[in-house]
Protein backbone atom coordinates (compact mmCIF):
# COMPACT_ATOMS: atom_id res chain seq x y z
CA UNK A 1 0.00 0.00 0.00
CA UNK A 2 2.98 2.49 0.77
CA UNK A 3 4.56 1.98 -2.64
CA UNK A 4 1.07 2.88 -4.22
CA UNK A 5 1.30 6.21 -2.74
CA UNK A 6 4.80 6.84 -4.49
CA UNK A 7 3.73 4.96 -8.22
CA UNK A 8 2.46 7.80 -9.68
CA UNK A 9 5.99 9.74 -9.63
CA UNK A 10 8.31 6.52 -9.56
CA UNK A 11 6.52 6.48 -13.43
CA UNK A 12 6.53 9.97 -14.42
CA UNK A 13 10.37 10.09 -13.18
CA UNK A 14 11.19 6.64 -14.99
CA UNK A 15 9.29 8.12 -18.52
CA UNK A 16 11.11 11.03 -18.54
CA UNK A 17 14.41 9.37 -17.80
CA UNK A 18 13.84 7.35 -20.65
CA UNK A 19 12.62 10.23 -22.81
CA UNK A 20 15.80 12.24 -22.08
CA UNK A 21 17.88 9.52 -23.05
CA UNK A 22 16.14 8.66 -26.59
CA UNK A 23 16.02 12.11 -27.63
CA UNK A 24 19.83 12.53 -26.54
CA UNK A 25 20.75 9.98 -28.65
CA UNK A 26 20.91 11.76 -32.20
CA UNK A 27 22.98 14.10 -30.72
CA UNK A 28 25.48 11.52 -29.51
CA UNK A 29 25.43 9.88 -32.86
CA UNK A 30 26.25 13.35 -34.57
CA UNK A 31 29.49 13.81 -31.53
CA UNK A 32 30.52 10.56 -32.31
CA UNK A 33 31.93 11.68 -35.83
CA UNK A 34 34.07 14.60 -34.02
CA UNK A 35 37.59 14.26 -33.10
CA UNK A 36 37.60 13.33 -29.76
CA UNK A 37 38.81 16.02 -27.95
CA UNK A 38 35.53 17.69 -29.04
CA UNK A 39 33.37 14.75 -28.37
CA UNK A 40 34.32 14.65 -24.80
CA UNK A 41 33.42 18.31 -24.26
CA UNK A 42 30.14 17.97 -26.27
CA UNK A 43 29.28 14.33 -24.15
CA UNK A 44 29.87 16.43 -21.25
CA UNK A 45 27.60 19.14 -21.93
CA UNK A 46 24.84 16.80 -23.10
CA UNK A 47 24.77 15.15 -19.79
CA UNK A 48 24.96 17.99 -17.75
CA UNK A 49 21.79 19.03 -19.56
CA UNK A 50 20.28 15.98 -19.67
CA UNK A 51 20.96 15.76 -15.33
CA UNK A 52 20.06 19.09 -14.66
CA UNK A 53 16.97 19.28 -16.76
CA UNK A 54 15.88 15.93 -15.35
CA UNK A 55 16.07 16.64 -12.01
CA UNK A 56 14.55 20.64 -12.25
CA UNK A 57 11.22 18.53 -13.87
CA UNK A 58 11.27 15.75 -11.29
CA UNK A 59 11.22 18.52 -8.53
CA UNK A 60 15.06 17.57 -7.14
CA UNK A 61 16.82 21.01 -6.33
CA UNK A 62 20.95 20.33 -6.80
CA UNK A 63 23.00 22.36 -3.99
CA UNK A 64 26.66 22.81 -3.96
CA UNK A 65 28.40 23.79 -1.00
CA UNK A 66 31.67 25.08 -0.99
CA UNK A 67 32.43 24.23 -5.08
CA UNK A 68 33.78 27.99 -5.43
CA UNK A 69 36.85 27.14 -3.41
CA UNK A 70 38.47 24.94 -5.52
CA UNK A 71 40.84 25.84 -7.79
CA UNK A 72 39.65 23.86 -11.21
CA UNK A 73 42.15 24.78 -13.30
CA UNK A 74 43.59 21.54 -11.91
CA UNK A 75 42.65 17.59 -12.92
CA UNK A 76 41.63 15.87 -9.99
CA UNK A 77 40.43 12.47 -8.59
CA UNK A 78 37.29 13.48 -7.86
CA UNK A 79 36.04 11.03 -5.05
CA UNK A 80 32.32 11.38 -4.27
CA UNK A 81 30.46 9.02 -1.57
CA UNK A 82 27.96 6.45 -3.18
CA UNK A 83 25.14 6.19 -1.87
CA UNK A 84 22.57 5.74 -4.89
CA UNK A 85 21.33 5.03 -8.57
CA UNK A 86 21.21 8.98 -9.12
CA UNK A 87 25.11 9.22 -8.25
CA UNK A 88 25.43 9.16 -12.04
CA UNK A 89 23.29 11.94 -12.16
CA UNK A 90 24.38 13.91 -9.28
CA UNK A 91 28.16 14.49 -10.48
CA UNK A 92 26.70 15.81 -13.86
CA UNK A 93 25.06 18.70 -11.42
CA UNK A 94 27.85 18.93 -9.10
CA UNK A 95 31.03 18.83 -10.97
CA UNK A 96 31.45 22.45 -13.34
CA UNK A 97 34.33 21.06 -15.60
CA UNK A 98 34.92 17.99 -18.08
CA UNK A 99 35.64 14.54 -16.65
CA UNK A 100 35.29 10.91 -17.03
CA UNK A 101 34.08 8.61 -15.18
CA UNK A 102 34.71 4.50 -14.02
CA UNK A 103 31.92 2.07 -14.74
CA UNK A 104 30.96 -0.99 -14.93
CA UNK A 105 31.21 -2.96 -18.59
CA UNK A 106 28.48 -5.14 -18.60
CA UNK A 107 26.27 -1.49 -18.68
CA UNK A 108 27.49 -1.12 -22.56
CA UNK A 109 24.59 -3.43 -23.93
CA UNK A 110 21.93 -1.56 -22.92
CA UNK A 111 19.90 -0.50 -25.40
CA UNK A 112 20.72 3.31 -26.79
CA UNK A 113 22.10 3.93 -23.41
CA UNK A 114 25.05 1.70 -23.40
CA UNK A 115 25.99 3.87 -26.65
CA UNK A 116 26.06 7.42 -24.59
CA UNK A 117 27.21 5.92 -21.60
CA UNK A 118 30.50 4.57 -23.17
CA UNK A 119 31.13 7.35 -24.19
CA UNK A 120 31.28 9.27 -21.41
CA UNK A 121 32.85 6.34 -19.01
CA UNK A 122 35.66 4.51 -18.82
CA UNK A 123 34.25 0.81 -18.73
CA UNK A 124 36.49 -1.36 -16.11
CA UNK A 125 36.89 -5.13 -16.88
CA UNK A 126 37.38 -6.72 -13.94
CA UNK A 127 37.68 -10.12 -16.11
CA UNK A 128 41.45 -10.61 -16.81
CA UNK A 129 44.65 -8.45 -15.98
CA UNK A 130 45.04 -7.37 -19.46
CA UNK A 131 41.42 -5.74 -19.65
CA UNK A 132 42.23 -4.59 -16.29
CA UNK A 133 45.64 -2.80 -17.50
CA UNK A 134 44.06 -1.15 -20.46
CA UNK A 135 41.23 0.31 -18.42
CA UNK A 136 44.40 1.83 -16.08
CA UNK A 137 45.91 3.24 -19.34
CA UNK A 138 42.89 5.02 -20.09
CA UNK A 139 42.45 6.60 -16.86
CA UNK A 140 45.96 8.02 -17.43
CA UNK A 141 45.55 9.21 -20.80
CA UNK A 142 42.52 11.27 -19.42
CA UNK A 143 44.32 12.46 -16.64
CA UNK A 144 47.57 13.71 -19.09
CA UNK A 145 45.35 15.40 -21.19
CA UNK A 146 44.22 17.61 -18.16
CA UNK A 147 40.66 16.07 -17.16
CA UNK A 148 39.90 14.94 -14.17
CA UNK A 149 38.70 11.39 -13.28
CA UNK A 150 35.38 10.57 -10.84
CA UNK A 151 36.44 7.34 -9.10
CA UNK A 152 33.59 6.16 -6.38
CA UNK A 153 35.95 4.60 -3.67
CA UNK A 154 33.74 2.19 -2.56
CA UNK A 155 33.48 0.92 -5.71
CA UNK A 156 29.29 0.21 -5.24
CA UNK A 157 26.68 1.36 -2.42
CA UNK A 158 24.93 -1.03 0.77
CA UNK A 159 21.54 -2.04 0.16
CA UNK A 160 20.97 -0.95 3.52
CA UNK A 161 20.73 2.29 5.28
CA UNK A 162 23.82 3.09 6.94
CA UNK A 163 25.54 6.34 7.98
CA UNK A 164 29.19 4.47 7.40
CA UNK A 165 31.25 4.22 4.82
CA UNK A 166 31.48 1.21 2.96
CA UNK A 167 35.78 -0.24 2.94
CA UNK A 168 37.84 2.01 0.06
CA UNK A 169 39.16 0.21 -2.48
CA UNK A 170 43.16 1.02 -3.89
CA UNK A 171 42.39 1.94 -7.44
CA UNK A 172 42.04 6.01 -6.91
CA UNK A 173 44.56 5.95 -4.43
CA UNK A 174 47.56 4.25 -6.71
CA UNK A 175 46.58 6.16 -9.18
CA UNK A 176 46.75 9.45 -7.38
CA UNK A 177 50.09 8.77 -6.43
CA UNK A 178 51.38 7.27 -9.97
CA UNK A 179 50.30 10.47 -11.85
CA UNK A 180 50.83 13.04 -8.81
CA UNK A 181 47.22 14.01 -8.58
CA UNK A 182 45.22 15.58 -5.53
CA UNK A 183 42.55 14.10 -4.89
CA UNK A 184 38.74 16.00 -4.37
CA UNK A 185 36.72 14.81 -2.15
CA UNK A 186 32.92 15.34 -2.54
CA UNK A 187 30.11 14.36 -0.27
CA UNK A 188 26.66 13.49 -1.65
CA UNK A 189 24.37 13.89 1.59
CA UNK A 190 20.70 12.86 0.10
CA UNK A 191 21.20 10.91 -2.75
CA UNK A 192 19.98 8.03 -0.59
CA UNK A 193 16.54 9.91 0.78
CA UNK A 194 15.69 10.48 -3.03
CA UNK A 195 16.45 7.14 -4.04
CA UNK A 196 17.64 4.53 -1.54
CA UNK A 197 19.10 1.66 -3.73
CA UNK A 198 16.32 -0.94 -1.51
CA UNK A 199 13.21 1.33 -2.37
CA UNK A 200 13.81 2.05 -5.88
CA UNK A 201 9.70 2.75 -5.64
CA UNK A 202 9.52 5.66 -2.79
CA UNK A 203 11.73 7.68 -5.38
CA UNK A 204 11.41 11.17 -3.70
CA UNK A 205 11.94 15.04 -4.42
CA UNK A 206 13.61 17.40 -2.44
CA UNK A 207 17.10 19.08 -2.40
CA UNK A 208 20.33 16.75 -3.27
CA UNK A 209 23.18 18.37 -1.48
CA UNK A 210 26.85 18.01 -2.63
CA UNK A 211 29.51 19.08 -0.76
CA UNK A 212 33.18 19.91 -1.39
CA UNK A 213 35.99 19.39 1.04
CA UNK A 214 39.58 20.31 0.86
CA UNK A 215 41.74 18.37 -1.56
CA UNK A 216 44.21 15.93 -0.44
CA UNK A 217 47.38 16.93 -1.41
CA UNK A 218 49.95 13.93 -3.07
CA UNK A 219 52.09 14.81 -5.10
CA UNK A 220 54.77 14.33 -2.49
CA UNK A 221 53.63 10.43 -1.83
CA UNK A 222 55.45 7.25 -3.22
CA UNK A 223 54.20 4.00 -3.53
CA UNK A 224 54.18 2.55 -0.45
CA UNK A 225 51.61 5.29 0.63
CA UNK A 226 48.88 3.77 -1.00
CA UNK A 227 47.46 1.72 1.97
CA UNK A 228 47.85 4.71 4.18
CA UNK A 229 45.92 7.06 1.88
CA UNK A 230 43.68 5.10 1.56
CA UNK A 231 42.98 4.66 5.09
CA UNK A 232 43.06 8.65 5.28
CA UNK A 233 40.61 9.57 2.80
CA UNK A 234 38.34 6.94 4.40
CA UNK A 235 38.79 8.62 8.06
CA UNK A 236 38.52 12.13 6.65
CA UNK A 237 35.64 11.54 4.42
CA UNK A 238 33.75 9.45 7.14
CA UNK A 239 34.77 12.67 9.89
CA UNK A 240 33.37 15.37 7.47
CA UNK A 241 30.30 13.37 6.93
CA UNK A 242 29.46 12.71 10.37
CA UNK A 243 29.90 16.85 10.79
CA UNK A 244 27.25 17.77 7.66
CA UNK A 245 24.44 15.69 9.78
CA UNK A 246 25.23 16.29 12.90
CA UNK A 247 25.74 19.98 12.34
CA UNK A 248 25.78 21.90 9.07
CA UNK A 249 27.22 21.87 5.75
CA UNK A 250 27.98 25.48 5.21
CA UNK A 251 30.80 25.46 8.42
CA UNK A 252 32.75 21.67 6.99
CA UNK A 253 35.09 23.12 5.28
CA UNK A 254 36.52 24.72 8.12
CA UNK A 255 35.96 21.85 10.03
CA UNK A 256 37.76 19.58 7.85
CA UNK A 257 40.83 22.07 7.48
CA UNK A 258 41.19 21.51 10.92
CA UNK A 259 41.01 18.22 10.42
CA UNK A 260 43.80 18.30 8.06
CA UNK A 261 46.09 20.05 10.44
CA UNK A 262 45.73 17.68 13.07
CA UNK A 263 45.61 14.46 11.21
CA UNK A 264 49.42 14.66 8.95
CA UNK A 265 49.07 12.07 6.26
Not at 125 to 150: P, Q
Not at 196 to 217: C, D, E, W
Not at 249 to 255: G, T
Request: proline share 5%.
Amino acid sequence: MKNLVYLPYFIYVSILFIVLIVLSFPITLCLLLLPESIKDIGMFWLMKIISNLWFILIGMIPLNYHRRKIDFSKSYIIAPNHQSFIDAATIYTSIPHVFKTLGKIEIEKAPIYGVIYKTVVITVDRSSMTAKAASFRKMKKELDKGNSLVIFPEGTFSNTATNQLLPFQDGCFSLAIMQKVDILPILFLDTAKRLHPSKLMQFTPGMNRAVYLPPIVCHHLEKDKIESLKIYTHDYMQACLDYCREKNSNAVWEFALLWQKNNQL
